[in-house]
């Protein structure tokens, strides 16, 4: 495989035996490999043991499993969207063809601005823009299609302030790439590539972080008809749709099913439905602070958000770090509990065990112990001074002895020696 790759264009599965999302993509996985054959894709689908081949996981950049891969000549792309056949097939047809598709009649654009919610196209000649459209396309194709067509090719409502340019197509209107209003084309460009209305889970709030832009959000519980729930999303809807002009450089718009996800994102329990507005890029986020009634109250909102008076919660700051600890750790044990009562039991109760054991032996130790020992070994050591040098009165029997033959003079140059000694 690592000599003969670059001879065909590769989908490859990068997993580990022991890997749970490995084995619930497997499945998936046969799928693709099948309609993808069954289609006559040049694409050649496999997949890899990443933990057997170590070497060649590392040369590709395999971090974590599964790791699916595009590898097409020298260039080998990553995958980062949903885990569903339709996507995956979607993926690998979009990167195995060409990077600038070319649209050569207005049948073809129709054809393709149906089958495409959000298409980007390059109009004009050879350029310097063009060159640098080619570069990000090449970079962002993982995720969007590029194509390139002539002016007349355009729908007749579209119209250029200038030749060459790059539009983008989609929500029912088109906006054109101004390098002074919106910068960097490759900023652009992924910023644009979202619908300016989507139903938003949490792997398109992970994406729509790369974007920059604040995105609005109806938290809300699709199952529920009632009155409240579905006034919030329309409001949402019609503030992306009648005000998108405004609000699009800036602001992305959508709803959620369900508060679980905005919880543990915000640390705390929201209740819906509700409107709540994230900074992706600090983890912040704006709750309004009264009731949004009509589209006038969020298009009020917005702008405090725009000119800083809306208040700002969260954050990536120290205290926020230390709480986003403290509430993973708590949500990490609720959830061994919840799910098996007997191994939270085990990890937490047998640690916590032990050291309550380990305390009580230290704090109920018996003092006495140690006196006692301290006394023994002072008495030992007394034994022992008695045994090597006698008992007092053998000791000055014997000293006045010695001094019996001695002289005045030796008696006081002996009692200067013994004081000295002393």
């Not at 060459?164 to 910068?183: I, L, R």
């Not at 949500?331 to 109760?349: A, Y």
């Not at 001695?406 to 006081?412: A, I, R």
Request: glycine share 8%; aromatic share 10%; net charge negative.
């Amino acid at each position: 495989f690592k000599e003969n790759r670059k001879d065909d264009i590769w989908l490859v599965d990068f997993y580990a035996p022991w890997c749970g999302h490995c084995k619930k993509l497997e499945p998936v996985w046969n799928e693709v490999g099948i309609e993808m054959k069954t289609m006559g894709s040049p694409v050649k689908v496999g997949k890899m043991d990443a933990t057997s081949f170590s070497s060649i996981a590392s040369e590709f950049g395999v971090r974590g499993y599964p790791t699916i891969k595009l590898l097409k000549g020298d260039l080998a792309y990553n995958y980062r969207g949903p885990r569903t056949k339709d996507d995956i097939i979607e993926f690998a047809n979009r990167v195995a063809g060409p990077l600038i598709r070319p649209l050569p009649s207005q049948h073809l654009f129709e054809h393709v601005q149906k089958r495409h919610r959000v298409l980007f196209v390059y109009v004009g000649g050879e350029s310097p823009l063009k060159e640098k459209y080619i570069e990000v396309a090449s970079e962002l194709i993982v995720y969007t299609y590029f194509f390139s067509a002539s002016e007349d090719v355009l729908p007749q409502y579209v119209t250029l302030p200038e030749l060459p340019a790059v539009v983008v197509f989609k929500d029912g209107t088109y906006f054109v790439y101004d390098e002074y209003e919106d910068g960097d084309l490759s900023s652009w460009i992924n910023r644009e590539r979202f619908q300016g209305y989507l139903n938003v889970d949490g792997f398109t709030l992970y994406e729509l972080g790369d974007t920059g832009k604040l995105v609005a959000i109806a938290v809300i519980d699709d199952k529920n008809s009632s009155v409240e729930h579905t006034r919030l999303k329309s409001i949402i809807q019609e503030v992306a749709r009648e005000y998108r002009d405004h609000f699009h450089r800036d602001f992305q718009f959508g709803h959620m099913d369900g508060n679980d996800y905005i919880n543990s994102l915000l640390m705390d329990d929201l209740t819906i439905p509700t409107i709540v507005v994230l900074n992706t890029s600090n983890q912040q986020y704006f709750l309004p602070d009264r009731l949004i009634e009509n589209t006038e109250d969020m298009v009020q909102f917005i702008n405090d958000i725009l000119d800083g008076t809306a208040e700002a919660q969260g954050g990536d700051g120290l205290l926020q770090r230390i709480k986003r600890i403290i509430y993973d750790a708590k949500s990490t044990i609720m959830s061994v509990f919840k799910s098996s009562p007997l191994l939270g039991c085990f990890l937490f109760g047998l640690p916590l065990g032990i050291i309550s054991i380990m305390c009580y032996g230290i704090c109920t130790a018996d003092p006495d112990g140690g006196v006692d020992e301290h006394e023994g070994a002072k008495k030992e050591n007394g034994d022992r001074e008695l045994t090597d040098e006698g008992s007092e009165e053998e000791q000055e029997e014997e000293k006045n002895g010695k001094c019996t033959g001695l002289s005045d003079g030796e008696l006081k140059q002996k009692d200067v020696m013994e004081k000295k000694k002393d």
